[in-house]
Nanobody, 128 residues
């Protein structure tokens, strides 16, 4: 059974940095666009960043633009999210997923393809 495995979350002070990692067994991540999502308590899951399959295009939630960077290492079957200048409002559980790019009147997003593949996520807590 395929499951995404996220790691790298931690408790950090505001202004700090973390690098999240995402991998999966029996699923070649370079076959897909990949997205990072987060969910804070009492909130809906939101897309944070995604990268197209080719890696040539990336998208960021406006509130993380310039602070977060998504990347992928196909040789390691791993996708990363480098998070700098963290803020308390970044506190959430972070998940990764293969996704499909969707164009709409409000812009471009990346919709998770396989709901059954969600992993347990990794907790990021930013203290003020």
């Amino acid at each position: 059974q395929v499951r995404m495995v996220e790691s790298g979350g931690d408790l950090v002070q505001a202004g700090g940095s973390l690098r999240l990692s995402c991998t999966a067994s029996r699923l070649p991540l370079d076959d897909y666009a990949m997205g990072w999502y987060r969910q804070a308590p009492g909130e809906e899951r939101e897309g944070v960043s995604f990268m197209t399959r080719s890696g040539r295009a990336t998208y960021y939630l406006p509130s993380v633009e310039g602070r977060f960077t998504i990347s992928r290492d196909n040789a390691r079957n791993t996708v990363y999210l480098q998070m700098n200048d963290l803020r308390p409002e970044d506190t959430a559980r972070y998940y990764c997923a293969p996704c499909g790019v969707v164009e709409s009147s409000t812009g471009r997003s990346c919709s998770p393809l396989f709901p059954s593949y969600w992993g347990q996520g990794t907790q990021v807590t930013v203290s003020s």
